[in-house]
């Protein structure tokens, strides 16, 4: 007898995350968006209208007509009419992920042991490095976060923490708990100097944002110099149970926000405390690296809407061009904040207000405003050459925007602000979309 695949929680999670609902059933049904969510006809029903409705906030999919309904494993059993391990199967090998390794029930056993053990340890070492923070060794660190404006309330609700000098303080107090050196080693609390045979704190005199997921597990931890010596953040390794690119610092708050209207992706760690402390809970930020589609599509799932409010300095901008395109094929609505004098959110915060940092959400540019400021900058609009450049970079931007209504006005605003006529401008828009169908077909 043939002994049926049982795949784990952990697997079975991150199939079904990264297969979105909405490009799934594409797949099958010809869906459109109407409302917050998608409309098309019933696969599993005859009719001549769309009652057929799938939610990307939700994940979910529902028949109006015929009340089959369920989320998007149950899409491909129905459709398919296959079993659920056949389901996962199909579905992990449309993403091209490979199947668990270990898939009989003693190597899975295993794997969750160790997961748990992974976790246990890090929430024993939030709870030392948090408690260092209170004790008089912690003053200093204690100092430098008042100074910055935080108070005991947000300490305690992002469970900040301090790691000493010491190159032992987490090695000897999590040892004293009954771990080992290697359990401590792969959880990424220690480093080992193999040459010299040693074993010590990863953390040394950093203040500690541990990183927690929507579950509010502790999956690992980010370590922030108080001076001017770098690196200026240090993370947790990537691990079997953590990878940096598909979590975000500060969802598992944002997402207790009712209704949550809009998440605010900002740069760093500080940005989301110093949000949350001035009222705006719905900041998140990434772990040290540059916005990833797993991300992207994490935020969609919470919130259809977005705020960038990257900072206003070079690189804040440079990174903000990048993240606009990875929401926006996320599926989310997209919103660009705009810093005066190169500021961040955190000095926008102190320095005016949060009244002040709402008036500028108020005043974000969408998407294609944002571009096309941007390729404004660019171009001198004083000379024929600048003109036309400027023109043809922004009928680019153009042929992106489904809606032609909204196409229309952009090019009406073109016309008066350049002297070009909006003939020429319709032509280019349309040149371009032929091209890009053409090399849509060709692959
Ligand atoms: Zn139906």
């Given amino acids: 007898m043939k002994h049926m695949p049982w795949f784990p929680e952990d697997w079975i999670d991150e199939v079904v995350v990264r297969n979105d609902i909405v490009d799934v059933v594409n797949q099958y049904v ?10 098309g006809l019933c696969p599993f029903h005859n009719e001549r209208t769309a009652s ?49 390794e270990g898939t009989n029930r003693e190597r899975i056993r295993q794997d969750r042991n160790e997961k748990q053990q992974f976790l246990d340890i890090n929430k024993e070492c939030a709870r030392y490095f ?59 609390i220690t480093v080992e100097n193999a040459e010299k045979n040693r074993i010590y704190d990863r953390f040394r005199n950093r203040i500690i944002f541990p990183i927690i997921n929507v579950r509010g597990e502790i999956l690992g931890f980010g370590g922030r110099v108080m001076d001017d010596s770098l690196p200026k953040y240090l993370n947790s390794p990537d691990s079997p149970t953590f990878s940096k690119s598909i979590n975000l610092f500060g969802l598992h708050l944002a997402a207790k926000v009712r209704p949550l209207e809009y998440l605010i992706i900002v740069e760093g760690y500080m940005d989301v405390i110093s949000l949350h402390q001035y009222g705006f809970s719905q900041a998140v930020a990434t772990l040290g690296t540059a916005l990833t589609t797993e991300q992207a599509k994490l935020m969609r799932r919470f919130s259809p809407e977005v705020y960038i409010a990257y900072d206003g300095d070079t690189a804040g901008q440079a990174a903000t061009m990048k993240a606009l395109d990875i929401l926006r094929d996320a599926g989310c609505r997209v919103r660009v904040m705009q810093f005066p004098n190169k500021l961040d959110p955190d000095d926008v915060l102190k320095q005016y207000g949060p009244e002040y940092f709402g008036k500028l959400m108020d005043k974000s540019l969408s998407l294609i405003d944002y571009k096309l400021s941007k390729l404004r900058e660019e171009h001198d609009l004083n000379t024929t050459d600048g003109k036309v450049d400027f023109a043809t970079a922004a009928a680019q931007v153009l042929a992106e925007v489904n809606n032609s209504i909204e196409r229309d006005a952009y090019i009406q605003e073109l016309e008066s602000l350049l002297g070009i006529r909006s003939r020429a401008i319709y032509d280019q828009i349309a040149r371009i979309q032929a091209m890009n169908r053409k090399q849509n077909k060709g692959q």
């Avoid at 010809?30 to 409309?39: S, T």
């Avoid at 200093?140 to 404006?149: F, Q, T, V």
Wanted: aromatic share 10%; charged share 25%; with cysteine.
């Fill in 30 to 39: 010809e869906i459109k968006p109407r409302g917050r969510g998608y409309f």
């Fill in 130 to 188: 948090h408690q260092n923070l209170m004790e008089p060794n912690g003053k200093d660190a204690l100092d430098y976060l008042k100074s910055r404006g935080l108070d005991a309330r947000i300490l305690r609700i992002f469970g900040l923490g301090y790691a000493s000098n010491k190159w032992d303080g987490a090695l000897n107090h999590l040892k004293g708990l009954g771990y080992t050196d290697e359990q401590l080693l792969k959880a990424g």
């Fill in 52 to 100: 057929f409705h799938v939610s990307p906030e939700r994940q979910i999919y529902h028949c109006f007509g015929c009340g089959e309904g369920g989320n998007v494993v149950s899409f491909i059993m129905n459709l398919e009419r296959i079993e659920f391990v056949e389901a996962m199967k199909l579905l992990a090998e449309r993403i091209g992920m490979p199947l668990p």
